[in-house]
């Protein structure tokens, strides 16, 4: 989490596509840490940065 919290950092409000997710997601399922586990997939990269963008929303904008 806390490398995609750097990469989501990093990237900001940029428009990220499909490949972006797909390559995050080989990155996280193929590193040393996540060896005997299953694979991430690219949708589940995805929900991730979207619902960080919209927590990132929810603090900016009172309801």
Do not use: Y
């Amino acid at each position: 989490i806390k490398d995609m919290e750097k990469i989501f950092k990093e990237r900001g409000e940029q428009s990220l596509g499909q490949a972006f997710f797909q390559d995050i997601a080989t990155s996280f399922s193929c590193s040393a840490s996540h060896a005997g586990k299953s694979a991430i997939t690219w949708e589940q990269v995805q929900n991730w940065f979207q619902n960080r963008q919209e927590q990132l929303q929810d603090k900016v904008t009172p309801s």
